[in-house]
């Protein structure tokens, strides 16, 4: 799903949209591009990349380059200096409350300390049966769970090695709690190849839900964010739907922290 086609949220104005997404790709190597290159990398059809250029172009953010291609100003610089750094949980507010109505269920907000993560925010589910947490409760390893596993999954793999080779020492909450670094290391890659991680009764056997990391402006793993519900409502079909929606998520939460790379959905 490109970055651009995704169901629009309350209030979006479609077009600008697009075309701010035009202006991002500039944050990216070669940083010259022409309008055919410009709607293969967002799968946006030429003559609406062509548009929103000449209409970057109009404001002053980019402009023709030595070899016909369009380059970015130092208008872009110039705003770029007036940004202010923000909170995780800052950042993800908007996104987490648009999650909720969207879903109805529970969603949490977590981010990374050392090989855990805390939960800092969330929202209550919207149904008469659902999920409850506890905002700062304790530190979560990162073995175990939909948003620990999501952050696991996109660590380094000298940090996956330290966090598995500690396995052993880590709680196991139910019968599904993985105990074998084999298990978890596939499971790891099976995270990695779709972009979200699935928690099915690892944590609660009566709990079901999915995770994808967040990131920080210089590309580290920050978080994560989850939505999930009883296991009863999640059936296959739901996950799926569920899985496609926090990565989107958790893509926009990091946009707001000032990441400028790809979801990591393949």
Same mark, same amino acid.
């Given at each position: 799903m490109s970055q651009v086609a995704r169901e629009a949220p309350r209030y979006l104005i479609q077009s600008a949209a697009t075309t701010l997404e035009v202006l991002l790709v500039f944050g990216h190597p070669p940083g010259h #591009?022409?309008?055919?290159?410009? !709607?293969?990398? +967002?799968?946006?059809?030429?003559? %609406?990349?062509?548009?929103?250029?000449?209409?970057? %172009?109009? *404001?002053? #953010?980019?402009?023709?380059?030595?070899?016909?291609?369009?380059? +970015?100003?130092?208008? !872009?610089?110039?705003?770029?200096?007036?940004?202010?750094?923000?909170? +995780?949980?800052? !950042? @993800? %507010?908007?996104?987490l409350d648009d999650l909720s109505l969207c879903t109805g269920e529970t969603i949490n907000l977590f981010a990374k300390e050392g090989e855990a993560v805390i939960l800092i925010d969330h929202r209550d589910g919207l149904r008469p049966v659902r999920l409850v947490t506890e905002v700062g409760r304790m530190p979560f390893p990162l073995h175990a769970g939909a948003c620990p596993k999501a952050v696991l999954a996109f660590l380094s793999a000298t940090e996956q090695a330290a966090v598995l080779a500690r396995l052993p020492e880590y709680p196991r909450y139910t019968p599904d709690t993985a105990t074998d670094p084999d298990v978890l290391r596939n499971e790891l890659e099976q995270?990695? @190849?779709?972009?979200?991680?699935?928690?099915?009764?690892? *944590?609660?056997?009566? @709990?079901?839900?999915?995770? !994808?990391?967040?990131?920080?402006? @210089?590309? %580290?793993?920050?978080?994560? *964010?989850?939505?999930?519900?009883p296991a009863s409502r999640m059936t296959s079909a739901r996950l799926d739907e569920l899985g496609q929606l926090i990565v989107a998520t958790a893509h926009l939460i990091s946009r707001q922290l000032g990441y400028n790379g790809s979801s990591p959905v393949p």
């Open positions: #591009f022409s309008p055919s290159e410009i !709607a293969a990398r +967002l799968d946006i059809d030429r003559n %609406q990349a062509f548009r929103c250029l000449r209409t970057l %172009q109009h *404001v002053g #953010f980019v402009g023709l380059g030595d070899d016909e291609r369009f380059v +970015l100003t130092p208008l !872009a610089a110039h705003l770029a200096s007036s940004a202010r750094p923000t909170s +995780l949980s800052s !950042a @993800a %507010q908007a996104a995270i990695r @190849a779709r972009g979200y991680a699935i928690s099915g009764g690892d *944590v609660d056997v009566d @709990a079901c839900g999915v995770g !994808a990391p967040i990131y920080g402006a @210089a590309g %580290q793993v920050a978080g994560a *964010v989850s939505v999930g519900g």
